[in-house]
T-cell receptor, first 114, second 113 residues
Framework: EAGVAQSPRYKIIEKRQSVAFWCNPI?????LYWYQQILGQGPKLLIQ????????DSQLPKDRFSAERLKGVDSTLKIQPAKLEDSAVYLC???FGDGTGELFFGEGSRLTVL | GENVEQHPSTLSVQEGDSAVIKCTYS??????FPWYKQELGKRPQLIID?????GEKKDQRIAVTLNKTAKHFSLHITETQPEDSAVYFC????????????FGTGTRLKVLA
């Protein structure tokens, strides 16, 4: 089966610019996650969707980050304006059902903010 | 808040030796404990997991043990090979979709040939 697709793989922007990342989960997976992975650290959950509803966004910096999953399938994560500390890999993951099963990760989108 | 501590941060072993990575979690509601392997520049991939109703699970050279009373779990890799070199993450999760995965900080394993 096709895996979790993410784009772009790499993005370099200057601080205060905006960026958007796209994720298409595995077909049939109701739960979608966006994680931020800073170099040398474990993934940190930014937001979790079940279908098109938000389950958890407690760690999403809402003054600059936004995410949507309008049709319950693919999702977009946006950062505006970007800060230097946003440099990280943004991992999208999905799981079947209510999220109790295995997480499948995408390849990630590496963001460098200069 | 919920927290998962992982040790050691780096681990070097000779090929053929065993490697052990330990994690401790804080949320007693956690009942699912996966381990992910992440090779450089690649996505994390599940290598083994354990649920709270068992104390140990083994898959060829990889095993995971769980002590719910002490709230810690460990990954054991026997007969290590160079291709085992990667970063390993543990995670803990509760019973339903509203519980988020909490990841450890990772262990960089180097298997020396």
């Amino acid at each position: 089966e096709a895996g979790v697709a993410q784009s772009p793989r790499y993005k370099i922007i200057e601080k205060r610019q905006s960026v958007a990342f796209w994720c298409n989960p595995i077909s049939g997976h109701a739960t979608l996650y966006w994680y931020q992975q800073i170099l040398g650290q474990g993934p940190k959950l930014l937001i979790q969707f079940q279908n098109n509803g938000v389950v958890d966004d407690s760690q999403l910096p809402k003054d600059r980050f936004s995410a949507e999953r309008l049709k319950g399938v693919d999702s977009t994560l946006k950062i505006q304006p970007a800060k230097l500390e946003d440099s990280a890999v943004y991992l999208c993951a999905s799981s079947f059902g209510d999220g109790t099963g295995e997480l499948f990760f995408g390849e990630g989108s590496r963001l460098t903010v200069l | 808040g919920e927290n998962v501590e992982q040790h050691p941060s780096t681990l070097s072993v000779q090929e053929g030796d065993s490697a052990v990575i330990k994690c401790t979690y804080s949320d007693s509601a956690s009942n699912y404990f996966p381990w992910y392997k992440q090779e450089l520049g690649k996505r994390p991939q599940l290598i083994i997991d354990i649920r709270s109703n068992v104390g140990e699970k083994k898959d060829q050279r990889i095993a995971v043990t769980l002590n719910k009373t002490a709230k810690h779990f460990s990954l054991h890799i026997t007969e290590t090979q160079p291709e085992d070199s990667a970063v390993y993450f543990c995670a803990a999760k509760g019973v339903s979709g509203t519980y988020k995965y909490i990841f450890g900080t990772g262990t960089r394993l180097k298997v020396l040939a």
